[in-house]
């Protein structure tokens, strides 16, 4: 039996039936064509899928989709507000952040969350906070420097 | 300053070296599929989906080897939602791809744990599982081996009775687990040895390592009843995979149209074929299209690891630190087919050097292990790793700078290499000397730090291309290429095409398209998609001038030999000169219609003089005495580029590169129990490095024209994964007084090591 499940996905209000072992991730993915997050590993290990629940950073592959009734969900998809980038959209771009780019859309969502959290973050609190973002292509280095720079756009 | 007449040059000839004021290359302009990367609207392999497509499974093997003696699908077959289930009886014999037939699905026997046995295609994920558990397979089980020195002995359970030893004359009567020899080098290497005042002779071990691609291999596939069939998927190379797939499924080449969707890495991984076949067998089977998607556990026990190799490595020198000769002998295990690169291996060891009396002996042996596939400059890290740290050694034995060490015997210009042909231009000379001017080579130790220092070679390659560019009715350019997009090379593209016309970067766009629209185009290896595609770039460009000078002397009526092409316009020149206002591109595209209509370019070739590569690493470490971690302090990547295109990508793919090896020489590690299983088939004990690992990676742009293309453009992609493994095995060396002979440098191995050095005392 589908379980009803009422949510709010980027600010808008979504409804979604899901059996009950499908993950927030499978739920964003297969019903709602929300194919931003990705499956890297689906154990929570790598970041590809990250995504925030009431603002908290997490992975969409550890969380039950009937999990999520009430909660307030945020993706890569509602990262930028219309056509305008978010700052660290911009940064990973200016810094060539990004090689074959499957990894990004769980950077920008994670460094998101910890400028939120974190203004102005040392690199060593950064490369702490995104040790749950695998990268396999950069070496993480134009990531950092990307975070660092969005950081200081932020703060004025 | 570029210009040219109207005669469409020829491409024969004009691949040389031609230096010149670059407007666009050079610069770092934003990528064109940037914003789609940042947004998640970028579509990758798994993104795609079909209406009314099902969802194909894969049941695999539990056994590292075993008979596979009955296969009974029916009971999947009858439960509700199941449209269809292949097995080996689906696929017919195939000479041409046997090797790669009987990895996607099983024949007479499995060779590894995770060896596909059957497939089932169904409505939902949860019933195609359900279907995988009804399938009833009797195996009968064999011994097995994993271990590459275990795999050569005389006694080690054989995978293939028909597996004779190529390169042994006279080959082999028994069969055997070693599927070649190689051998390379010149000289007299005995005759070496006895003039060496020291030499040093030591074994080393390497452990198998994954490409590591954070996107797991996927596709979909629909297959119309008269056979056409469409598949979309993450791939290196989707012209071989149109190939082999159309082969192995019975289709005509034509009838399969297969676009190369965004991929999530790849690193030589994806320049396989898995589930392809498979997934248009069930497609064709069920008449509805079918999605597969590997699971990370898949991944890793399914798909190419790199090879783990077993070496021995003597080199002598004199000294005053002339080495006299250099011997190797690397055996490499590449899972239960042909094909671990020991060739390579042996080719690259000594590549770095100006020697006498080299020889090199590869051997290449097959596993209960996955089929390996390539992982960037394939076969060349692990040899160099026993080398370069043999070479460390030597120069500290006799006192030396271990960069001095290496100048003193370096490769240059119109030396023979150790592998055979005469190296022409190369600049490995200069990424020595900039590793000895860096600052980061100065600044001083503290207790349990040490520096290491490693060089490292990779050919390059260049391979069947073409390419094509449209001019479109308002001026910009449309480019088509055939060679997936893995680090930024549509900018790379764009930035050449650009350069070429003399338009702006962001008038010009960069499709890779798919198998039905250009011819083919070899994959995206070797590191040859910026020096091979954008080389047809260049020429289709150039023949495109040609045309524009063609279409301007029209409407000019005047000669087209009156008309050359300067920063993007075509000039009257000549007799002519002044007569006329310059023309732009955007003019003559606008007029095209009255001239003789669309105007394009293409360009197809098989590219050849692919520059070779070299590099040198700088790796400062600090060994923790209590736990045997090495902590990367600074990393310093020092790469001749030919020339940088785009300097930020190339910089991008020697930062990959090196963080890779970081991961190869520190951690990472296929590891197996006796029961021949994959015991770390996941991220969390599979560890790449993560963030939290590393410092900024440095890094040095050298730039020694590559005389075989018409910028001077090396290839960059691969050589960065060569020297780190030998680059940090030096340093731990010097901040920790050990030689580690096996990789991964994981904690516990130094720390045995620690141990083990203090008993001695």
Redesign the interface.
């Known amino acids: 039996m589908g379980i009803h499940v009422s949510t709010k996905i980027n600010g808008d209000d979504v409804e979604f039936v899901c059996d009950a072992e499908e993950t927030l991730l499978d739920v964003l993915r297969d019903r709602l064509n929300l194919t931003g997050a990705k499956e890297g590993c689906a154990t929570g290990d790598c970041g590809a899928c990250s995504v925030t629940i009431d603002g908290r950073l997490t992975c969409s592959c550890l969380t039950l989709g009937a999990e999520v009734e009430g909660r307030e969900i945020g993706t890569v998809e509602g990262v930028a507000k219309g056509n305008e980038l978010h700052p660290i959209q911009q940064k990973i771009l200016d810094n060539a952040a990004l090689q074959c780019g499957v990894c990004t859309p769980g950077i920008v969502v994670a460094a998101k969350a910890l400028l939120e959290k974190k203004p102005d973050p040392s690199e060593e609190e950064i490369r702490y906070w995104m040790a749950g973002n695998l990268c396999r292509c950069t070496g993480y280095d134009k990531i950092i420097r990307a975070i660092q720079d969005a950081a200081a756009e932020m703060r004025g | 300053m570029a210009s040219s007449t109207g005669e469409a040059p020829e491409s024969k000839g004009t691949h040389q070296y031609q230096p010149r004021d670059f407007k666009v290359v050079g610069t ?1 302009p ?2 064109p ?3 789609d ?8 392999g ?2 795609m ?1 079909l209406p009314g497509q099902l969802v194909g499974k894969v049941l695999r093997s539990p056994h590292p080897h075993a008979k596979l003696v009955s296969i009974d699908t029916s009971e999947a077959e009858a439960l509700p939602g199941v449209k269809a289930v292949v097995t080996r009886d689906d696929f017919a014999e195939n000479e041409a791809h046997h090797d790669i037939l009987c990895n996607i699905m099983a024949r007479d026997k499995v060779l590894y744990e995770g060896h596909a046995v059957a497939a089932v295609a169904a409505t939902s994920r ?1 019933i195609a599982l359900k279907a995988l558990k009804k399938i009833k397979v009797v195996y009968d089980i064999l011994p097995h081996v994993t271990d590459v020195d275990e795999a050569m002995k005389a006694d080690a359970p054989i995978l293939h009775d028909d597996m004779f030893t190529h390169g042994v004359d006279p080959m082999p009567t028994t069969a055997s687990n070693i599927a070649g020899r190689c051998e390379f080098g010149h000289g007299d290497v005995d005759a070496g040895f006895e003039q060496a005042d020291i030499i040093i002779e030591r074994n080393f071990k390497t452990a198998a390592t994954h ?6 291999h996927a596709c979909v596939a629909t297959v119309t009843s008269d056979d056409y069939g469409e598949l979309w998927g993450c791939t290196q190379g989707h012209f071989v995979l149109r190939n082999v797939s159309a082969s192995l499924v019975g289709m005509d080449v034509s009838k399969l149209r297969v676009t190369a969707s ?6 030589g991984g994806k320049t396989t074929v898995f589930l392809e076949p498979v997934c248009l067998m069930l497609a064709k089977k069920s008449g509805k299209p079918v999605k597969m ?1 590997m ?2 556990d898949e991944v890793f026990k399914a798909s190419g690891p790199t090879a783990s190799s077993s070496m021995d490595v003597k080199i002598g020198c004199t000294k005053d630190g002339r080495i006299t000769a250099g011997f190797a002998e690397v055996r490499y295990q590449g899972g239960a087919f042909r094909g671990a690169p020991a060739d390579f291996g042996a080719m690259c060891a000594f590549a770095c050097y100006a020697l006498e009396n080299v020889k090199a002996i590869g051997w290449e042996v097959v596993t209960n292990r996955p089929k390996g596939a390539a992982y960037r400059a394939p076969g060349a890290p692990m040899s160099v790793y026993a080398v370069e740290s043999v070479v460390d050694e030597l120069a500290k034995a006799i006192d030396m700078d271990p960069i001095d060490f290496r100048l003193k015997n370096a490769a240059r210009n119109g030396d023979k290499s150790s592998y055979g042909p005469k190296f022409e231009s190369l600049g490995l000379v200069e990424t020595l000397e900039a590793a000895k001017n860096h600052p980061n080579y100065q600044i001083p130790l503290g207790p349990n730090q040490g520096r290491g220092v490693a060089s490292g070679f990779w050919f390059n390659f260049g391979g069947e291309t073409c390419s094509t560019l449209n001019v479109n009715q308002d001026g910009t350019v449309a480019i088509s290429v055939g060679t997936p997009d ?3 090379s549509r900018a790379s593209m764009c930035q050449m095409a650009a350069e070429e016309l003399g338009i702006p970067y962001d008038q010009v766009r960069a499709i890779v398209t798919d198998t039905s629209s250009l011819g083919f185009n070899d994959t995206t290896e070797g590191s040859r998609v910026t020096f091979s595609s954008g080389m047809a770039v260049i020429f289709a460009a150039r023949e495109i001038i040609g045309k524009l000078c063609e279409r301007a002397a029209m409407m000019w009526d005047i000669p087209v030999e009156a008309v050359k092409w300067e920063e993007g316009k075509a000039i009257p020149a000549g007799a002519n000169a002044g007569d006329f206002e310059p023309l732009t591109l955007a003019e003559i595209a606008d007029a095209a219609g009255g001239t003789g209509g669309p105007i394009a370019g293409h360009h197809e070739y098989n590219a050849d003089g692919a520059g070779v590569s070299f590099g040198t690493h700088l790796v400062d470490t600090e060994v923790d005495p209590e736990t045997g971690f090495v902590k990367i302090l600074r990393y310093t990547v020092i790469q001749d580029a030919g020339k940088a295109i ?1 300097p ?2 190339v ?3 020697f ?2 590169g ?3 090896g970081i991961g190869w020489a520190l951690n990472e590690e296929y590891i197996y129990g006796d029961d021949g299983k994959l015991q770390n088939a ?3 004990d599979y560890r ?7 410092p ?2 440095d890094t040095v742009i050298v730039e020694v024209p590559n005389p075989g293309h018409p910028y001077g453009v090396r290839g960059v992609g691969e050589t960065g994964i060569v020297p780190p493994l030998a680059a940090i095995a030096n340093s731990v060396s010097d901040a920790a007084n050990l030689r580690m002979t096996e990789l991964p440098m994981s904690p516990p191995r130094i720390l045995k090591a620690i141990h083990q050095a203090e008993a001695a005392e």
């Open positions: 770092t934003l990528r599929d940037g914003v990367k940042v947004t998640g609207r970028a579509r990758f798994a993104d989906n949860a490409q590591g691609y954070i996107e797991p965004e991929i999530g890495g790849g690193f998607a699971t990370r893995i680090g930024g785009h930020s990508y910089e991008g793919q930062q990959g090196a963080v890779q996941g991220f969390l790449l490095p993560v963030a939290s690992d590393l900024m990676i």
